[in-house]
């Protein structure tokens, strides 16, 4: 029998969608595909249309050797589909790593899981939150056959994400003038997508005909690159490719500038 193809199902609360989806553009950038990731409330990696629910679930199971990660919280435990998919990895005897959101406690770990086994919890000491989380990438680039990445950028990444997700999320929506020129002006566009280019002289970012970068002196190219990634961090906007240098605006993004509408 071939041997099955490794992916990654994040078994979570729908009520924890903003978290997992950090969680998600953080799986991305350590270099995993569409193909290798499972989430349902993420455009992209959910259940496609006019599939049912259940029948593919058990599907995903059958045919990929599965790694899950059980984000818990209150919301999980209140979730009879939550219970069921970590019952199901249990049974099949998945490899599966826990992470804890904000606010939930190790006491609280029941059900069809090992309690003694380490978790991760996001919001615990910052050390050790570095240090599961570079566990978790390394795991994660030998079991996908993934390149290493540079120590400096997934620090900065990694340091980021801690940032973001360890803050209550209705603390999130507050974005810098620049970073909201981008994004209303992304918003104004039919197609939503901002574009940066990198050459090896000069930076472009641009969105609906328009240019950020009014020069390319050092500090003007790292205000808007800066803008960009905090437009990215809040989940306004999501990278398209490898590359990096296609973002489309997320639902989050457009229902933001309508909220600053009204």
Known sequence: MSQKSPKIFISHASKDKDYV?????????????????????????DIPLDEDIYDYLR????????????????????????????????????DYTTILLPGFEFKKI?????????????????????????????????????SPLPDVRWE?????FISKISKPIESKSTISDSALKILQTACEAADGIITKINTLFSTYIQANGQDFITSQEPQEVAKWESSLEE????????????????????????????????
Request: net charge neutral.
């Open 21 to 45: 989806s950090c969680i998600v553009k953080l799986l991305e950038y350590i270099g995993l595909r569409q193909e290798q990731l499972f989430c349902s409330s993420v455009p992209g990696y």
């Open 59 to 94: 599907q995903q199971f059958q045919e990929y050797n599965l790694h899950v990660i059980l984000v818990l919280s209150d919301n999980y435990y209140q979730s009879v589909a939550c219970m069921n998919e970590m019952g199901a990895a249990w049974v099949l005897r998945n």
């Open 110 to 146: 029941e059900g069809a899981i090992n309690p003694r086994k380490i978790a991760l919890k996001l919001d615990g000491d910052s050390d050790d939150v570095k240090e599961k989380l570079g566990q978790l990438k390394d795991k994660l680039l030998k079991e996908f056959g993934l």
């Open 156 to 160: 900065k990444k990694r340091d980021a």
């Open 231 to 262: 437009l990215e961090n809040a989940g306004f906007i999501e990278a398209k490719g490898i590359h990096r240098e296609v973002f489309l605006v997320s639902q989050s993004g457009y229902d933001y500038i309508e909220q600053l509408k009204k």
